[in-house]
């Protein structure tokens, strides 16, 4: 990499002192005016573009270089989106340089050096805005690193926050840009100000987007990962923009939902629960015998207070009703889990548990009869 770095700025150096060096020994030849320069003008353009080019080439790789010795040090991995972003806007910058230290040495007309002026100050714009970005993106791919395994608030502030300040610093490149070339900004606010009514209402759709995506950050009734069910949609929170939420179903579909409808929606997360509760109805039959459904209950009692986090004094384990075929036992508790892989895990157990002391004990379990065994079926009229 640095003997790259090295060659790119020898030979950028050694172009530019031969270009110098044919300028001043051909310097009569190339007098000649083409689209309103002579040809020694437009030939010191050239070399000029060419170093710059390296020059900005070389600033690239340091900066890579740079960014990859941070990360073995301190351990933060940065995207490939910010290590190129923060690239591209030094080697704008290097390149806008070299344009100017060419300038003086051109001795170009004055309005072509306008337009070369104006020009660079808009590739140094450019630069800028994509420095600042890739600072951005670092400072919140760092914080979010560190975050990883802490608070939930955290982690839906920051990709919010990172989007917000990314749309707010993009609005102020686009000004300074415009007032670069000319454009009055001060007016076009104010213009902006005057016709604010008339974009709304033509943008309504995203001013209720923009709108949901701040009830999102205020509210904060999910982060990324969390399991919700909004209306009708279920899965598992991946991305939120300012515009939209994407969301993993259990189908593995991607389904974006429009950060309007939170405003309205009423919004399930069950990754928040703290809490899982369990409820299990089981039946036996009426041959068995009360003692034995003690022993039964009891078992299954101690087997929850013992061997599974159960939450204390929340667990139910009762017999709760006598029906027309069966004898019901209620099992209800809360798992203090955090996932849902662990509730279903814990659930297993304890579905075992209660077919093992059942077989165990010998009761027999009675079904639930279904709703169109026992109701006769409904026949349609035959027609005339």
Same mark, same amino acid.
């Given at each position: 990499?640095r003997r ?8 950028g150096?050694?172009s %530019? ?5 044919? +300028?001043?020994?051909?310097?009569e ?21 060419? *170093? ?18 941070r990360?073995r040090?301190?351990?933060t ?20 340089? &070299? ?12 309005? *072509?050096?306008a337009?070369?002026?104006?020009v660079l100050? +808009?590739l ?8 600042v ?13 560190? #975050?990883?395994?802490v ?23 686009l ?22 009514l008339?974009?709304?209402?033509a943008?309504k759709?995203s ?5 949901g995506?701040?009830?999102?950050? %205020?509210?904060m009734? %999910?982060?990324?990962?969390d399991?919700?069910?909004?209306d009708k949609?279920?899965?598992v929170v991946e991305?939120?923009?300012?515009? #939209?939420?994407?969301?993993? !179903? *259990?189908? /593995? #579909? ?7 409808? $939170?405003i309205?929606? #009423?919004v ?5 629960r ?13 041959? !068995? ?8 209950v009891?078992?299954?009692r101690?087997?929850?207070? /013992?061997?599974?986090? +159960?939450?204390?004094?929340?667990t =139910? &384990?009762?017999m709760?009703? $006598? +029906? ?6 209620? =099992?209800?508790?809360? *798992? ?5 892989d ?5 659930r297993?157990q304890l ?11 010998? $009761? ?10 026992d ?10």
């Amino acid at each position: 990499m640095r003997r790259t770095g090295a060659i790119m700025v020898a030979l950028g150096i050694a172009s %530019f002192a031969g270009g110098q060096r044919v +300028a001043d020994r051909y310097g009569e030849n190339l007098s000649g005016i083409f689209w309103g320069l002579a040809l020694w003008q437009w030939v010191g353009i050239l070399i000029a573009l060419v *170093f710059g080019l390296l020059v900005a080439t070389t600033v690239h790789l340091v900066t890579k270089r740079i960014l990859h010795l941070r990360e073995r040090i301190w351990g933060t991995k940065f995207s490939r989106t910010t290590s190129r972003g923060l690239g591209q806007g030094a080697a704008m910058v290097a390149l806008v340089l &070299v344009g100017y230290a060419a300038i003086p040495n051109l001795t170009l007309p004055t309005n *072509f050096v306008a337009n070369f002026q104006l020009v660079l100050e +808009a590739l140094s714009i450019a630069g800028g805005v994509l420095i600042v970005l890739g600072l951005w993106d670092a400072v919140c791919e760092a914080i979010a690193h560190r #975050s990883s395994h802490v608070a939930r608030a955290e982690r839906l502030l920051i990709p919010v926050t990172r989007k917000l300040v990314r749309f707010l610093i993009l609005v102020v490149g686009l000004l300074v840009t415009l007032g670069t070339f000319g454009v009055n900004v001060t007016g076009l606010i104010a213009g902006l100000g005057i016709g604010g009514l008339v974009v709304a209402l033509a943008a309504k759709d995203s001013v209720e987007n923009i709108f949901g995506s701040l009830t999102i950050l %205020f509210d904060m009734p %999910f982060a990324l990962g969390d399991w919700v069910k909004i209306d009708k949609v279920e899965g598992v929170v991946e991305e939120i923009n300012l515009r #939209s939420t994407r969301i993993r !179903s *259990f189908e /593995d #579909s991607m389904i974006t939902l429009p950060n309007s409808n $939170l405003i309205k929606a #009423s919004v399930e997360n069950f990754g928040a629960r703290r809490f899982r509760r369990q409820k299990i109805s089981v039946r036996f039959a009426y041959d !068995s015998k009360p003692d034995v459904l003690a022993k039964f209950v009891e078992a299954i009692r101690v087997y929850l207070k /013992d061997e599974l986090p +159960a939450m204390e004094g929340r667990t =139910i &384990v009762r017999m709760n009703e $006598l +029906a027309e075929t069966s004898i019901g036992v209620l =099992i209800q508790c809360f *798992f203090e889990v955090d996932t849902y892989d662990e509730e279903l895990r814990l659930r297993e157990q304890l579905l075992t548990q209660i077919l093992t002391l059942a077989r165990r004990l010998r $009761l027999l379990f009675v079904p639930l009869p279904h709703p169109a065994m026992d109701e006769p079926e409904e026949k349609t009229p035959a027609k005339n």
